[in-house]
C-alpha cells in the first residue's frame, strides 16, 4: 500500500499514480492519497488513474483507518 500526498516536490500525486500504475506488477497496489487539496475534480481526475482511496487534511484516526480499511478490501477483491 503507497501513502503519498497530492502534490510533492519534484513530481505531483497524478504523474506518480500514472507511473506506478505502468508498471506491471503494481497495477492492483492500493494507493491512499493525502490531500489538503479540497479541488474534487481534480481528485476525481487522479482516482480515474486507480486511486484506491484519499483522505482529506486535516485527517483524524478514523479516516486514515478507513481508507486503509477500504485498501484493504481491494486487495482481497
Given at each position: 500500500m503507497i501513502f503519498m500526498d497530492?502534490?510533492?516536490p519534484e513530481l505531483d500525486?497524478?504523474?506518480?499514480?500514472r507511473n506506478i500504475?505502468?508498471?506491471?506488477?503494481?497495477?492492483?497496489l492500493p494507493i491512499v492519497a493525502l490531500t489538503?487539496?479540497?479541488n474534487k475534480d481534480l481528485i476525481r481526475k487522479w482516482?480515474?488513474?486507480?486511486l484506491t482511496?484519499?483522505?482529506?487534511k486535516p485527517s483524524?484516526?478514523?479516516?486514515?483507518l478507513k481508507a486503509v480499511e477500504k485498501a484493504k478490501r481491494a486487495i482481497a477483491s
Open positions: 497530492l502534490f510533492m500525486g497524478y504523474n506518480t499514480t500504475r505502468n508498471i506491471s506488477h503494481c497495477k492492483n489538503s487539496n479540497k482516482a480515474t488513474l486507480g482511496a484519499y483522505i482529506a483524524t484516526k478514523q479516516s486514515i
